[in-house]
């Protein structure tokens, strides 16, 4: 069984368009998180969430906008994709509300915008 | 603002070789050290740091933390192929609920 997994892997779309990028995790974790990892292989986060709640929210543009409908679920949709939004996002997930410690990583989704 | 650099950004060795990565911060309130190991996709888990002059071990792999330099450095003994991958360092700080990368060290193990 995968811990920690996203869809969809791969997304190739056009400039301008919305896309959205859902992940589930069936650890039992009380936080998820969204990273994003650029071609330089840089990761960042982008948003937390414990238990449904927003946590962390890191001058990411308003056209990304997270949903945790439960705390086994976190999902990001994109509007209006540009260029610069082309990376690898990582869903993950950990035990520890009050620390990050030891994070369990999805696949990854790659996004290309063209 | 959080800091992570990792050094160096990319090594080429040979099989059988030892090899020494370094990771060092700035960051205040600091809780702990991690060391990640990315392939293909999903970077995963190798070690925990919080302590320092405490070694962790895990087979062929060893890392230590200096909190008075503030820094760490990941040892790979005996290297192998399947060693290749980029090696990430994190730290995590208190009350931040978040992990800082590094920029990461791509390891190329030549047979």
């Known amino acids: 069984d995968t811990a920690v997994s996203q869809t969809p892997k791969y997304l190739v779309t056009q400039m301008g368009n919305d896309k959205s990028i859902k992940c589930e995790q069936n650890?039992?974790?009380?936080?998820m998180y969204w990273y994003k990892q650029d071609s330089k292989k840089f990761l960042k986060i982008m948003f937390s969430y414990n238990n449904k709640e927003l946590i962390i929210n890191e001058t990411v543009p308003n056209r990304f906008s997270p949903k945790s409908p439960d705390k086994a679920h976190l999902n990001l949709h994109i509007n209006s994709l540009e260029l610069g939004d082309s990376a690898v996002y990582f869903c993950?997930?950990?035990?520890?509300?009050?620390?990050?410690?030891?994070?369990?990583f999805g696949e990854g989704s790659r996004l290309t915008v063209l | 603002e959080d800091k992570v650099v990792q050094s160096p950004l990319s090594l080429v060795v040979h099989e059988g070789d030892t090899v020494t990565l370094n990771c060092s911060y700035e960051v205040t309130n600091f809780r702990s050290l991690l060391w990640y190991k990315q392939e293909k996709k999903a970077p995963t888990f190798l070690f925990m740091l919080t302590s320092s002059g405490i070694e962790k071990k895990s087979g062929r792999l060893s890392s230590i933390l200096d909190k008075k330099e503030l820094s760490s450095i990941l040892n790979i003994t005996a290297t192998q192929t399947g060693d290749s991958a980029i090696y990430l360092c994190a730290v995590d700080r208190q009350g931040a609920q978040k992990l800082v990368f590094g920029q990461g060290t791509r390891l190329t193990i030549n047979p």
């Open positions: 650890l039992g974790h009380d936080t």
């Open positions: 993950a997930s950990s035990s520890r509300t009050s620390a990050a410690g030891e994070l369990f």
